[in-house]
């Protein structure tokens, strides 16, 4: 992804804003703080921001398929409420956990629940 001039600025911005959230240069105590620690914060942050914003695009995936058939024989099932068959997933990427619900459905030919791939 290649960035914009004005994508630039405004992280910029962001990173300006970061600093201040951090404390900037010095410690609590006055203090200066190493590049190391420095590194270590802005490395915490980013992490931080990269891990809301693929929570932030997990929401934006689609919550289920037009139609689910059930995968062992085929049946349209109903969903049944309340939601008893949805399942929270964890997933744990290179910045941290994203976290959505997958829409569970159950088939009660098969009398099995069952999660069509949606994301």
């Known amino acids: 992804m290649a960035l914009s001039n004005e994508d630039r600025k405004r992280a910029l911005e962001l990173a300006r804003e970061f600093r201040k959230i951090t404390g900037g240069r010095f410690k609590a105590d006055g203090k200066s703080k190493t590049f190391a620690e420095i590194e270590d914060e802005a490395i915490e942050i980013g992490d931080l921001i990269t891990s809301l914003a693929i ?11 037009a139609q689910c058939r059930c995968p062992e024989c085929g049946a349209v099932p109903k969903k049944r409420e309340p939601d008893d068959d949805d399942e ?3 997933l744990l990427t290179d910045r941290g956990e994203v976290d959505f619900v997958t829409e569970g459905y159950y088939c009660r030919r098969c009398r099995r629940s069952f999660f069509p791939p949606a994301r």
């Open 55 to 65: 929570n932030e695009a997990a929401e934006d995936a689609p919550d289920k398929p």
């Open 88 to 90: 929270p997933v964890v």
